[in-house]
């Protein structure tokens, strides 16, 4: 057996360092040897035998890990940092934790490979405006399942019950050139982390356009905005879905899902529609006192006066998205208030572009779900409540969850389930360059939504001056705390 070797090397290192290429390609053997030590983990689900736990906590508790941040992108006003990333160890601190420095707002999240499911963003945490440490927003945030039922129910796919670690590789040539960098994800060995072989998620920085901008006359001033994209690729098999989280420069957060890659064989030209049940735990600022309620807007019988109003979501219960309401639900604290008194929350917008699934199967009838985050409830129990590594229908989970307790009135947050679609009718955009089969690739098709901040500023996060007179330009804004947005009419 080979690792007591590994071991003595280690202790080598503690003491008399070899040369800095020998380490390195020891280094390499020692990852190759823990990847397949992964594997085996990875196979036996997690249930580890107590002799292989006795051996992990043996190597780790020997292995001298050099916890170091990396900036990954360095670009103009968007700073990536990769947390206690160790360039030659083997063994880390912690899990994969990114923090995206703008001149105005910081973000910091984890990011893990999670059971059947796919990426999902962890321990989210927002600093900007008024708050000068950093504040929790979300404890998980990820997809549930991706449900894809042919018009002519031909076929029903739940296309993320086909196996544990189903993530692709990531290459260079998938990002852009400049500010865009590959990481890996990392999986725990005894109390230390250990990094993938290949890169399995992309992160770039992107100019979005415009944030707010004033012209008048010769005094015209702007704001650009930034935004940062993590994402990744799922694979089930025909298709390829993109998973994606942006973290946008002004707080909001936008979570994606693409579906690319071939159409099914013997039925490429069968209109379908994907459907993705997403899962997001809000914790907003770490407390358990949150609440939600809806927001609406409407129209008297002339559709001359709107009233808008907030009703409360006093149980655990469905939403559905009503486009000429303007619905959406909000998640807020029930006592937290900016300095104006408006309770703190986050509101949740659709970001489908074209319309919303709605099927036979129960749990995809409604738009939102709202359930409290009670024990096991997030995929890590026992029985159905393992969802997140062992495939159930989400009627199993779902409507379980669903049963009418008071919200927020149990459990630890309140959970927003998103079910977002895209209705894919294939056309002459789905063939390979003469031939008339829809066989060739698939453009990629979004759908998905986001979360923007309500109230949970008490100023416009990225500045901005009182009045349109002042020309300076803000491109670089780092404007005093203070300044009062824009009420110039
Ligand atoms: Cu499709």
Redesign the pocket.
Known sequence: MRIPATVSFFRMESTALPSTLSLRSAGVAITAIFWAIRQLWMRRSRLVTASGLALMAFLVGVSPARATDRVIINGNGCQVTEEDYSDGGVFLHQDLYLRIDYPNTHWRFGLRNMGLKGTQALDVSLQGAQYSSPQYIIKRAGMAEMFVPYDDRSETYYDMSFGNNRMDQMDPADLPAQNAALVYFRSQMGSGYVRDSVPKVGVECRDEGIAWLCKEGSNRVRRRIQEVVVWSVFDAFN?DYIIEYTFHEDGRITFRSG?TGF?LPGATSKP?V?NGLWRVSTKLLGRDDNEAVEFVHVEDANGYIATDSFQPIPNEETTDWNPLQFSSPIVQSQTQANDYGHLVGYQFYPYNAQGTGHFQETFAQHDQNLTNDNSGEDGTGSGYNDWLYTWYNPNSYLLQYLNNQPLGGTGDGIVLWYFGSTH?EPTDADNQMGSGGRTGI?LV?WSGFEMVPHNFFDYNPLGGPPRCGDSKDLNEANLPVGMDGMHHH
């Open positions: 298709y579906a159409n379908h994907h894919h698939t098709h």
